[in-house]
């Protein structure tokens, strides 16, 4: 049935809502999630009727992070690295060219915490709890954590998040710059929903453009992110 899909994909006046669906297991992130969310992505992607993005998920959580029943079931290192350089759902996220909007509450941790940075900007409700457990099963955060934390909170605050795995709350998140808003639980939807309308009102080049400027400008000096500024701009 639709409704038990992993990952689902609707379209609201030119915003898609995608939202991921394990609500029982508190969104944890398996391999047939990763594959539907690569196919709704690249279907926002393609749709030249969507303008804007919203990443939610169903239940009483964003996303715990990954499933630790998968962990450990790949047949070999090798193929399970083969198969994530296959679909790569988090390049895929962070380079989409259209706004993308984390709607995040009650558990956002691991994997699910990282999907949110990836997004362009994340709102958060008040419930909202972010934190990285993966140092206490022996790993690293795998999907982007280690680099857009510090990015976006700075080195300190990161290796604080990765090392500890504590816990932070909405409020303090907002604080450290890695959220862009809390609001009640209640209107998280919402809030979200009136942010995406109006990116939709953007010229999708122009969105495209701004968001190269911003994303490949970070890893510039300032003197060659002015002259990508510069071109972009001109283009």
Partial sequence: MKNEAPVLL??????????????????????????ALFE???????????RAMILR?????????GDLNEFGSAPSVVVAREARWRRDVWGL???????TIA???GIVAGGGFEMALLCDLCIAADDA???????????I????????????????RALDLVL???????????????????VAAGRLRQSAMRLAQGMTRLMPDLVRRLKQAVNEGMDASLDEGLRLEARLGLA
Avoid at 44 to 50: A, F, K, L, N, S
Avoid at 57 to 65: D, E, T
Avoid at 144 to 154: D, I, M, V
Wanted: charged residues 20%; aromatic residues 8%; contains cysteine.
């Fill in 10 to 35: 609707e379209k609201h006046d030119g915003v898609a809502v995608v939202s991921l669906n394990r609500p029982r297991l508190l969104n944890a992130y398996n391999m047939a999630m990763r594959d």
């Fill in 40 to 50: 709704a992505l690249e279907a926002v992607r393609d749709d030249p009727e969507i």
């Fill in 57 to 65: 998920g169903n239940g009483r959580a964003f996303c715990s992070g």
């Fill in 93 to 99: 996220l962070y380079n989409l060219p259209k706004p």
């Fill in 103 to 105: 709607a995040v509450h």
């Fill in 129 to 139: 709890r972010f934190f990285y457990p993966e140092t206490g099963v022996a790993m």
């Fill in 141 to 156: 955060p795998g999907v982007a954590g280690t680099q857009t934390t510090p990015r976006l909170a700075g080195w300190g």
């Fill in 164 to 182: 500890t795995g504590r816990e932070i709350s909405a409020a303090q998140a907002l604080e450290w710059g890695l959220i862009a808003e809390v």
